[in-house]
């Protein structure tokens, strides 16, 4: 789970941080490895998402602004 956590934070971001808090949880109970790679899942998963809203926001701000110049 924590290395789906990781691969998933590049691919998918929202399905990275949900792989690393299932990992996070599962290692917690069972005392397995791999925190290191689920906290690394959920760290970029969390940044990656972050990223893609503000990137989302600012082409709609865009839009907007372009749509109102024509005005």
Do not use: D, K, N, W
Not at 8 to 18: C, E, K, Q, S, Y
Request: with cysteine.
């Amino acid at each position: 789970m924590a290395i789906l956590a990781l691969v998933f934070a590049f691919v998918f971001a929202p399905l990275g941080i949900v792989f690393g808090h299932v990992a996070r949880r599962q290692i917690s109970r069972s005392g397995e490895q791999g925190s290191g790679l689920a906290t690394a899942g959920l760290i970029l998963g969390y940044v990656f998402t972050a990223l893609a809203v503000l990137a989302c926001c600012g082409f709609l701000g865009l839009t907007i602004a372009g749509t109102m110049a024509e005005i």
